[in-house]
Structures are given as structure tokens and as C-alpha cells.
């Protein structure tokens, strides 16, 4: 959805996905995740709300038909009120009613489409919103919210103000009828984690706050999972991920590896200490009263290459219970038998990286004023690496670079992933060489260039390698006309290649060129 950007020298995350699949949704991920709970009316507390022990990561999808709604009862009068929920649907018919509480020749609270136009209404008064679109194809928060004193009435989007009116001051809401979602108005589209409060809401912080109050929240006086229990028609309950995952986790994509963050009140059913990874030897780093952090690094704890475009990667590993194996869901598994029981099997955590170009200051000109310069370049995602000999026997440590040579003197150069046990093959696309570390400096000379190597320049040299991941070739030294003391940058950029593929670029080498 979700970016964190490493450029160049580290990984740059290019997308991350957190993948919570329902049996055939995704490849790997949630599976048997949450129950469905017994349909029985539970009872309410000493506080009169519902339990909170219901799990409520659903959502509630409606297809256009009459008779589809979900209601629940309220059981206090209110002087104010906040209904928060999120909403995600088509615009594309002109009456719908998204809910209301009351009957149906008189509602007491109402959100509402009517020939194409969005109203909002207390104790029958209405105003029209009609200059605001409420639906759209992603899920969006919505929140309205009602003042007895003054009577206004707010309607926000996503934690912004789009509609406000005065209504019924002084006005209560009558308790002992039913709060409905969905119903006097086919609809078509989904509803989630729809919470009412007896409370007013008036602040930006506020009105915010309640993205991150979803689910069932018991300080509610009608919570979520009282509408799930309260179904008619043809609504289907299906889980819901998108939300949850982007309110109770968190993924961060850094150069050695990737750090999942799941906080502990959207996975209470969890056990941290029964979690590892793929690997099953690697478990949470860090435990707390609010959150379990995994951290996969890229060479280890399982962590696999399983999909490369070009020059990016997807590493890929999972959340998993010990002793669980993992999963993949395929599409001819679209049904089964076996129990559900409630349990996690896996959550699967994915990064891209790009591994475009790494730069190494690879040597000084032989000069009377010798020039020394810095130590740089990378070692993330793959290394340029220069050795003294054609065998590629004897390479040179990082403390000699950048190293002075003589002029018309071969350059061994060794381009290698770091991560070689799980990944794809590669092909150096092109590798240029410039007096700075800035690969655009318009003073430049390209050694090799799609995969090619300069057809001007009779003494680059390919070396033969069966080690996958790695390639070698040789230049002579030069320097810039323009700057002939100055140390001489090398950037490469690699392709990947899938090593079963006969055709593809690293098989067909300089047959192309």
C-alpha cells in the first residue's frame, strides 16, 4: 500500500505487502485465521455494552438485493452521539441507505443516499450533503457525530470535516429500537467495524482517533460484533484484512532485512512465546505489553527469494506458530474439510528491493601527485569486487581502495550477490565508470552498456564462472582527460535471471551482443 525508500547503496523498498489470505485469497498467509463466533446473542455487561470477547475482523458485503441489513439494539437514550465505521462501495445508484436508526416512516438518525444525493438525519430533519461523494472502491473511514446542546450534526471523511448542519437542538434519542446498517435502500458495496458511542466529537484529534478505535470496541455503546451477530438476508460476513493488517502491524523493509511489527490488541490470541519464523529458530527480538517485533534478516531465519523482476527482488518469509508448517493455498484447494480451529498458521511478510547500482571508488591514477581518495561504495544487495589476477585468486581488502595503479594496467572486477544460497542468476547490465561518485556526472565512460560490453573498447574482457550470482570481466585502466587525477568510480547494475530459463539473458550471454 504501503514507502521507505533506501537508494542506491542499500536495498530501496519499492512495495511491501502484508498478505492476510482467506483459504484462497493470497498464496500464504492467514489461514483458519479467526472463527467465525457461535451465533448466540451474548449478553451484555455490567456497563450495558457487549462483551468484547467476540473476535470481529469481518466485514459485512452487500450485493444489491432487498431484505440484506445487520441490526443491533440500543439500549440508552442519547443526548450525543459518534457512529465511526468504514465504508467502501459503488456510487452508481441513486438511492441507498447506509444506516439508520428508527422505522421507516420516521428516522431518528439516518446516513443516507436519495436520488443521487447523501443526506444526514436527527428526529426526522435532514440536511443535504449532496455536494460530497461518501462511497469509492477503497475503504474509507467515515464518522458522524451529534450534539444535543447545539444540535449540530458533522459528517467527516477520513478525518475530514465535509458536511455540517444544526438539527434538532435540544432533541434526545430514544432508546429500545434497533440500529440498522444497510435495509430501506439496496446497497452495494461493504461496511466495516461500524461502533456507536455516546459521546460528541468535535476535535481534528478526536475525529481521527477512531481510525485507530476499529474493530469491536468495547467502550462502545454499540459495538461492531453486535451487528455480526444480527444478520439478514443474503449479507455475507466475510474476513477483512486490509484495515486490520494497516492498523495492528507494521513493516519496515531495511538493507539486511525486514521488521514486522505486530501489535498485541489486534493479536490477543496470540502466544508470542509459541511464534517463529520460517526458520523455527528464530523468534521474536523484542516482547513487550504492547507489541511483538520479528526481525527476518535476508540471509537467514528462512528467508527466501521468490519472485525477481529486472533488477529487483522479493524476499519473502513468514509468521508462523512452532511447530505449524507453513501453508500455500492453491487454487485447486478452493474447498475443504478440515476443522476450523481458530488458530493462526502463518502471516507472510514480503520486501522488494532494488538492487540497480552499487559504486566503488576502484582505483587512483598513477600520477606524481598522487591522489588518495575516500573509502566508499556498498555491500548491500550485491559488491564490486577487484582482485590483482585473472584467476580471481587474490582480491584486494577494503583498505586499499582506492588503489593506485600504473595506466594501461588490467582491472580483475568481480560483480557477486551477497545472498547467493536462494537467489536467481545474474547478467551485468551495465557497469560506467565517472571522476565522482555521481553516476550522472556527464563526464563518464561506459565499459559496458545492455548487457554489452563497449564495442569500442577492445580490452574489456569476459570471465567464465559456474558459480550462480556471480560475474567477471576485465578493463584496462584509464583516466579522464578532463580530471586526470582523479579517482575513478565504477558503477554496476545487474539483471536477474531465473537460472531454469534457457532463453533467458545470463544463458544467451554475448551471443546477443
Known amino acids: 500500500p504501503g514507502g521507505f525508500s533506501f537508494r542506491k547503496f542499500n536495498a530501496m523498498l519499492l512495495s511491501t505487502s502484508l498478505c492476510f489470505p482467506w483459504l484462497i485469497f493470497c498464496t500464504s498467509a492467514f489461514d483458519n485465521f479467526l472463527p467465525f463466533p457461535n451465533v448466540t446473542t451474548p449478553s451484555l455487561n455490567k456497563n450495558g455494552a457487549y462483551p468484547e470477547s467476540l473476535q470481529s475482523n469481518f466485514k459485512l458485503a452487500f450485493s444489491n438485493r432487498y431484505g440484506e441489513y445487520a441490526d443491533a439494539q440500543l439500549n440508552q437514550t442519547l443526548h450525543s452521539f459518534t457512529v465511526s465505521l468504514w465504508l467502501w462501495g459503488t456510487e452508481k445508484y441513486a438511492s441507498l441507505s447506509i444506516f439508520t436508526y ?40 467515515l464518522l458522524v457525530t451529534w450534539n444535543s446542546g447545539w444540535g449540530n450534526v458533522s459528517v467527516y471523511k477520513d478525518g475530514y470535516q465535509v458536511c455540517m448542519a444544526y438539527l434538532q437542538e435540544g432533541g434526545v ?11 430501506n435502500y439496496r446497497f452495494r458495496g461493504e461496511i ?37 451477530l444480527n444478520t439478514h438476508g443474503t449479507v455475507r460476513i466475510l474476513p477483512e484484512y486490509d484495515i486490520f493488517k494497516n492498523t495492528f502491524t507494521r513493516l519496515k523493509c531495511h538493507p539486511t532485512g525486514m521488521e514486522l511489527t505486530l501489535l498485541r490488541v489486534g493479536f490477543s490470541f496470540l502466544d508470542p512465546k509459541e511464534l517463529v519464523l520460517l526458520n523455527d529458530t528464530c523468534r521474536p527480538t523484542l516482547v513487550n505489553s504492547t507489541h511483538v517485533i520479528f526481525f527476518a534478516n535476508l540471509s537467514d ?5 521468490i519472485e525477481y523482476r529486472y533488477s529487483s ?37 514480503d520486501c522488494w528491493y532494488d538492487m540497480t547500482t552499487v559504486k566503488q571508488p576502484i582505483y587512483a591514477p598513477h600520477i606524481t601527485s598522487f591522489h588518495k581518495g575516500g573509502r566508499g561504495g556498498s ?81 574489456i574482457q569476459y ?15 584509464f ?21 531454469a530459463d534457457a532463453y533467458s539473458r545470463c544463458r544467451r550471454g554475448l551471443n546477443i551482443c
Not at 109 to 138: E, F, Q, T
Not at 204 to 209: K, L, Q
Request: with cysteine.
Open 102 to 141: 428508527g422505522n421507516s416512516t420516521r428516522y431518528s438518525v439516518a446516513l443516507l443516499r436519495k436520488n443521487y444525493s447523501y443526506y444526514v438525519g436527527i428526529n426526522g430533519r435532514y440536511h443535504n450533503c449532496s455536494s460530497y461523494s461518501l462511497l469509492s472502491s477503497s475503504p474509507s473511514h
Open 479 to 499: 583516466r579522464f582527460n578532463d580530471y586526470p587525477s582523479a579517482v575513478v568510480f565504477l558503477h554496476c547494475q545487474i539483471q536477474f535471471c531465473d537460472p
Open 173 to 183: 434519542i430514544e432508546r429500545g429500537g434497533e440500529f440498522r446498517i444497510g435495509g
Open 313 to 349: 527482488v522479493l524476499y519473502h518469509n513468514e509468521v508462523r506458530l512452532r511447530g505449524s508448517p507453513s501453508r500455500v493455498v492453491r487454487q485447486a484447494d478452493a474447498i475443504n474439510r478440515t476443522r476450523v480451529e481458530g488458530k493462526l498458521r502463518s502471516i507472510s511478510f
Open 301 to 305: 531465519c528462512g528467508t527466501e527469494v
Open 379 to 459: 555491500t548491500k544487495g550485491f559488491k564490486i569486487t577487484l582482485y590483482h589476477d585473472s584467476n580471481f585468486s587474490h582480491a584486494f581488502t577494503e583498505q586499499e581502495y582506492p588503489i593506485n595503479v600504473e595506466m594501461e594496467k588490467e582491472v580483475f572486477v568481480e560483480v557477486a550477490l551477497l545472498r547467493r544460497e536462494r537467489s536467481p542468476d545474474i547478467w551485468i547490465s551495465r557497469c560506467r565508470a565517472t571522476p565522482s561518485a555521481d553516476y550522472f556526472d556527464p563526464v563518464c565512460y561506459d565499459l559496458i552498456e545492455y548487457g554489452c560490453p563497449n564495442a569500442a573498447d577492445d580490452h
Open 192 to 228: 466495516a467495524y461500524l461502533n456507536v458511542y455516546n459521546t460528541f466529537t468535535n476535535t481534528t484529534e478526536d475525529v481521527r482517533s477512531y481510525r485507530r478505535r476499529s474493530f469491536s470496541d468495547p467502550s462502545a455503546i454499540i459495538p461492531w460484533n453486535a451487528f455480526l
Open 463 to 477: 570471465y567464465n564462472t559456474s558459480r550462480l550470482g556471480v560475474r567477471r570481466f576485465s578493463f584496462q585502466t
